[in-house]
């Protein structure tokens, strides 16, 4: 017995160690992660008359019930913990969020709360109501200013998709600028939605090369999210390859494609969908913030997986397959960027 009480004694030791180094870590020195997750029509439970929210209600074809909603609130919350390295990511960025209810839910209504999360988020004029929005550490991050833009030359009554956000930070006075995006859907074939998202794709290049104008270095740029199409699309090649050459943009996600990884699974084939871009000035930094290809990558944990029905292997474990509830995290997985500091 009393051999038992000393294993158990200094079990607790060696494992209050471990916690001490992990969270003890410099935050300093820690790298800064950016999270992007399409979290797959994360909707909360009231009607909104404005948008076309009636599917995802308790009494829709969805049944989306108030178990259902923290359910997936609690899921998600794990998700972001799990993460993190040491602590979870600096910024973790979103689309398929309905409304801010939604972000404080997550970000105060669970344990996050004790994470000094901030949220960036605007209603879109997506027609379902769905919007792109982030949360942030403002312990780590200083937040400079944030827009969200639609492409000129399209009115806005007559634009019903995402709108884009672009946030600028600053961590230890260096400056960066994230870029978040929803793309429209090809539902319906390849073609569906081309025209529109070549002119959001233009848009961004625009945007960038804007940014780019404004400071001797270029401008260090993240442009991440669900592209709704792959890096070898037109779309994404058209975003990367033109414009401004003191901007050099660079798709980390290609080589990734390249291996046959990706984020959403579609009749079996991994697809690249979820993206991340990065300007030249976080690849070539020798000072400040830096990043390399290997820094981004698919969190894909066991728990994020399930056993494909229909096609050999595993497939993202989604919340819903077409009309059945499944009670899963999302139809697609996260991706991770580390940022360096020199």
């Known amino acids: 017995m009393y051999r038992v009480i000393v294993f158990a004694f200094v079990l607790s030791l ?8 992990c969270y003890s870590q410099d935050p ?52 972001i913990v799990a993460a993190g390295s040491s602590s979870p990511p600096d910024i973790v960025s979103f689309c398929e969020v309905e409304s801010r209810k939604v972000l404080e839910d997550l970000a105060y209504g669970t344990y996050l709360a004790k994470v000094d999360y901030w949220i960036i988020h605007e209603d879109s004029p997506d027609q379902r109501g769905i919007d792109v ?35 600028r930070f600053s961590f230890r006075g260096d400056t960066f600028h994230v870029i978040l995006n929803h793309w429209p859907s090809r539902r319906g074939g ?17 945007k960038t ?18 592209f709704n199409c792959t890096p070898d699309d037109n779309e994404i090649r058209s975003l990367v390859e033109h414009g401004q050459k003191r901007l050099s943009l660079t798709d980390l996600s290609g080589h990734l494609a390249d291996e046959g990884q990706g ?45 494909d029905p229909k096609y050999p292997g595993l497939s993202p474990y989604a919340t819903y397959v077409g009309y059945r509830y499944q009670g899963g995290f999302s139809d697609h997985l996260p991706v991770l960027l580390d940022l360096g500091f020199r």
């Open 14 to 21: 060696l494992l209050l160690s471990v916690k001490y180094r």
């Open 28 to 79: 300093v020195q820690r790298p800064v992660r950016l999270m992007f997750y399409n979290v797959e029509n994360l909707f909360d439970i009231s009607d909104d008359p404005l948008t076309g929210d009636n599917d995802f209600l308790p009494g829709g074809v969805m049944k989306w019930t108030s178990g259902r909603y923290y359910r997936k609130i609690n899921s998600l919350y794990k998700t």
């Open 133 to 167: 929005c982030l949360l942030y550490r403002a312990d780590r991050l200083s937040l400079i200013d944030y827009r969200y833009w639609i492409p000129s030359g399209i009115k806005k009554e007559d634009y019903t998709t995402r709108s884009v956000l672009c946030a």
């Open 190 to 206: 390849v073609l569906a939605g081309e025209t529109l998202r070549g002119k959001i794709s233009a848009m961004v290049r625009e």
């Open 209 to 226: 090369d804007s940014i780019a104008g404004s400071g001797p270095e270029g401008g260090k740029v993240i442009i991440a999210g669900d």
């Open 263 to 307: 984020t959403y699974r579609y009749r079996g084939t991994w697809e690249m969908i979820d993206q991340v871009i990065v300007s030249g000035a976080l690849l070539t930094s020798g000072k400040g913030l830096f990043t390399r290809t290997d820094m981004l990558t698919i969190f894909r944990p066991e728990f994020l997986l399930k056993k």
